[in-house]
């Protein structure tokens, strides 16, 4: 019985269109909304999966009736192949705009927040869009932890501990996690005196499916916890802020988020000798070793003017 030998990829046999493609398939989740995305038919784009997959000499797809997911070797595949068009894409833009202005998209994502952070995003990101105005800026807002690296981000702007090595985290303010309420609340409802008086108050929960959350926070003598219950349960923790506004519960959020409704008295603090020191905002990218100009431009741009603007 003859035995079945798998391709081996040569230099000159991979052809960058199908890497290519196959990136919009991971990136669109099925090969019918890449399809649509690239604007070419179905067939093709399955093709090029498909060839290209012969060449490595490998599956990198692993298809179901509804989905698509990465196998092992498609995990690893992508990285360096993301990377790899990256690269080449750097050095076109390099011959092509011989002038020395920088061009092309940045791609970041942050924290949805109406209030001060908010307010301050859009001051930074607006000089820079004067002084570079042909480099495009592509806003991401989410509460999902965004993988850089997998989902093509260059920059992220989060808050609370920076634990990923696989990344760099420059800081930009200090901010702790604070307990705020609207006076509406405070006066059909009453104030806490006490950390533990939370459990009979309405709390505005973050990412809970139980409808309870756990919140510990440092006291003046120790760290004490309570358990808390509320009408309403949100994914993103800007939207907390509007909603404690209007008088739906207490909320413990980042300082850098809330203090400007509590200057201007639309917030007030409940229980201020208690808070929580893990809310630094800090400003995130992929430790890579060559940053195209555009994406560096932009990370000192965005650290210099949020330091400016939320550390003090």
């Not at 052809?15 to 070419?40: C, F, H, P, S």
């Amino acid at each position: 019985m003859k035995r079945f030998e798998p391709a081996v990829a040569g230099r000159a046999t991979i052809d960058l269109n199908r890497v290519a493609t196959w990136l919009e398939v991971v990136k669109a989740g099925n090969i019918t909304r890449a399809a649509r995305e690239l604007g070419r038919p179905k067939s093709s784009v399955s093709r090029a999966v498909k060839h290209l997959e012969q060449e490595l000499g490998m599956t990198l797809l692993q298809r179901s009736t509804r989905k698509l997911t990465l196998t092992r070797a498609g995990e690893r595949y992508l990285v360096s192949a993301r990377e790899a068009l990256r690269l080449l894409d750097e050095a076109h833009a390099e011959l092509v705009n011989e002038d020395g202005v920088p061009r092309g998209t940045v791609r970041i994502t942050a924290p949805l927040d109406p209030g001060r952070f908010g307010a301050a995003l859009a001051d930074v990101l607006a000089e820079f869009n004067a002084l570079y105005p042909h480099v495009y800026v592509d806003v991401l807002f989410t509460g999902r932890h965004v993988d850089l690296i997998t989902e093509s981000v260059d920059l992220a702007l989060r808050a609370g501990v920076m634990r990923d090595t696989a990344v760099i985290a420059r800081k930009i303010a200090d901010s702790q996690l604070i307990l705020v309420a609207a006076p509406s609340y405070i006066a059909e409802y009453g104030m806490p005196r006490k950390l533990k008086d939370l459990a009979r108050h309405r709390a505005i929960l973050f990412r809970s499916s139980t409808g309870t959350a756990h919140w510990r926070l440092s006291g003046p003598s120790k760290t004490e916890s309570v358990v808390v219950r509320g009408p309403v349960n949100v994914d993103e923790m800007g939207f907390t802020l509007p909603l404690a506004e209007r008088g739906v519960g207490v909320a413990f959020v980042p300082s850098v988020l809330a203090d400007r409704s509590v200057r201007e008295g639309r917030l007030v603090r409940v229980l201020p000798q208690y808070d929580r020191h893990d809310a630094s905002l800090y400003l995130v990218y992929p430790a890579q070793r060559q940053v195209p100009k555009r994406v560096a431009l932009l990370r000192d741009f965005l650290h210099k003017g949020l330091r400016a603007k939320l550390g003090q």
